[in-house]
């Protein structure tokens, strides 16, 4: 049976009155629909305040206000970093063995994975953990999922610290999925001391890199050096290269489906 946009809604909102709380990969099957639709419905009725999008699925309405800090930064831009996200993850291969930092643009990664198989995935993101272990939840990936240790960060849904960096140290990794605080002459910029090395440590023990920044990062200059963008194998971004920075465009994919130059 195919279900419309609107009776999918009140199916959704039914059981979110009832229950309290409902679970994407739930809804998806009993509407035997794909996980991505009940996302975008959910999406949608967020921006009518009618539910609260929260990992894997949706709670009852709740003001901005009152959500953790990492829920409302998730809010930012995200159409754009949703963008970013979707083409990195086509960069991930069967047998990869990936890093991914913590951000707000990296944890929507493991949402566009569809039939990738063995692959080991390292965080110190607590929430992109809960997505990658939902994608092999959802059969749309196989392997699995290492959280790092270290002491939590509740304000990034995050892991970090000396613990972090020395279990690091003993890991390799095929490909590196790095977020940013901003990127300006040639630097790549976190506001976060810990978070800072982290990415760095993950970029150092990785084949390849890809530093995952939306459009607001641009010129943005911030404390804490994480690398120079010479060291990133691909800039993936939903905006153009500046013109001022020619050097790297031959590193720049636009995130539309098109690549710069």
Same mark, same amino acid.
């Given at each position: 049976?195919?279900?419309?946009?609107?009776?999918?809604?009140?199916?959704?909102?039914?059981?979110?009155?009832?229950?309290?709380?409902?679970?994407?990969?739930? +809804?998806?099957d009993?509407?035997?629909?794909?996980?991505?639709?009940?996302?975008?419905?959910?999406?949608?009725?967020?921006?009518?305040?009618?539910?609260?999008?929260?990992?894997?699925?949706?709670?009852?309405y709740?003001?901005?206000? *009152?959500e953790?800090?990492?829920?409302?930064?998730l809010?930012m831009?995200k159409?754009a970093k949703?963008?970013?996200a979707?083409i990195?993850?086509?960069?991930?291969?069967?047998?990869?063995?990936?890093?991914v930092?913590?951000?707000?643009?990296?944890?929507?990664?493991?949402?566009?994975?569809?039939?990738?198989?063995?692959?080991t995935?390292?965080?110190?993101?607590?929430?992109?953990?809960?997505?990658?272990?939902?994608?092999?939840?959802?059969?749309?990936?196989t392997?699995?999922?290492?959280?790092?240790?270290?002491?939590a960060?509740?304000?990034?849904?995050?892991?970090?610290?000396?613990?972090t960096?020395?279990?690091?140290d003993?890991?390799?990794?095929d490909?590196?999925?790095?977020?940013?605080?901003?990127?300006s002459?040639?630097?790549?910029y976190?506001?976060?001391?810990?978070?800072s090395?982290?990415?760095k440590?993950?970029?150092?023990?990785?084949?390849?890199?890809?530093?995952?920044?939306?459009?607001?990062?641009?010129?943005?200059?911030?404390?804490?050096?994480?690398c120079?963008?010479?060291?990133?194998?691909?800039?993936?971004?939903?905006?153009?290269?500046?013109?001022?920075?020619?050097a790297?465009?031959?590193?720049?994919? +636009?995130? *539309?489906?098109?690549?710069?130059?």
């Amino acid at each position: 049976m195919t279900y419309a946009k609107l009776e999918r809604f009140e199916f959704i909102l039914k059981e979110l009155d009832s229950e309290g709380k409902i679970i994407v990969a739930n +809804i998806a099957d009993a509407l035997q629909v794909a996980p991505e639709t009940i996302r975008r419905d959910f999406d949608e009725l967020e921006q009518q305040h009618l539910l609260t999008r929260v990992h894997g699925g949706a709670i009852k309405y709740t003001n901005v206000r *009152n959500e953790p800090v990492f829920l409302r930064k998730l809010q930012m831009h995200k159409d754009a970093k949703r963008q970013i996200a979707r083409i990195a993850a086509k960069r991930i291969c069967d047998g990869d063995t990936i890093a991914v930092d913590t951000g707000t643009t990296t944890v929507h990664i493991a949402d566009f994975l569809l039939a990738v198989e063995d692959i080991t995935v390292v965080t110190n993101s607590i929430a992109a953990a809960i997505q990658f272990n939902l994608a092999i939840e959802e059969r749309r990936m196989t392997g699995k999922v290492i959280l790092l240790g270290g002491t939590a960060n509740p304000k990034q849904s995050s892991v970090a610290g000396a613990m972090t960096l020395e279990m690091l140290d003993n890991m390799n990794f095929d490909k590196a999925f790095l977020s940013c605080g901003g990127m300006s002459e040639g630097i790549v910029y976190d506001y976060d001391l810990d978070e800072s090395l982290i990415s760095k440590k993950m970029l150092k023990h990785s084949k390849v890199s890809y530093l995952l920044a939306d459009a607001s990062k641009i010129n943005g200059k911030s404390f804490f050096q994480i690398c120079h963008l010479d060291e990133c194998t691909e800039i993936l971004c939903e905006s153009t290269c500046p013109l001022e920075w020619q050097a790297y465009e031959e590193k720049w994919t +636009i995130c *539309n489906g098109g690549k710069s130059g």
